[in-house]
């Protein structure tokens, strides 16, 4: 098995022992995004909306650092710190996907790094 480690300045620097995402074949991993700012380090989270626009925001950045896009996305995990934000979460993601969403899951946690409400990892394809 052959793997690629993709890594973008776009997207925030790992602050753990991994990457941002793996590329094996025609699949990509991408590991889990939460609010951080690629260019201050700044958490970006004066409300759970602000929280995931900027997750979706490194998302995006590793999917073009592996020439993809929100279409090549074939499945989600969000983590979330409180199940009654969900719908507030649910209405900015959706607008990353048009019609064409990914199978997904959504788990509440009791924390996540740097005490963020919202974690969102990836698999896609080309």
């Given amino acids: 098995m052959s793997k690629t480690i993709i890594n973008t300045p776009n997207a925030p620097a790992p602050i753990g022992p991994y990457n941002q995402a793996t590329m094996s074949g025609d699949t990509l991993y991408i590991s889990g995004q939460i609010c951080l700012d690629p260019v201050t380090g700044e958490l970006k989270n004066k409300d759970v909306q602000e929280e995931t626009h900027q997750v979706m ?3 995006k950045a590793v999917l073009a650092a592996a020439e993809m896009d929100f279409n090549n996305v074939l499945k989600t995990t969000i983590f979330i710190t409180d199940m ?5 979460i ?3 993601y959706g607008t990353y996907f048009g019609k064409n969403f990914p199978a997904r899951e959504t788990v ?6 740097k005490f ?7 698999i896609a394809a080309k």
């Fill in 84 to 88: 009654h934000q969900f719908g507030l």
């Fill in 108 to 113: 509440q946690v009791a924390a996540l790094p």
């Fill in 57 to 59: 925001k490194n998302l």
């Fill in 90 to 92: 649910n209405e900015v």
């Fill in 116 to 122: 963020v409400n919202v974690e969102i990892s990836m």
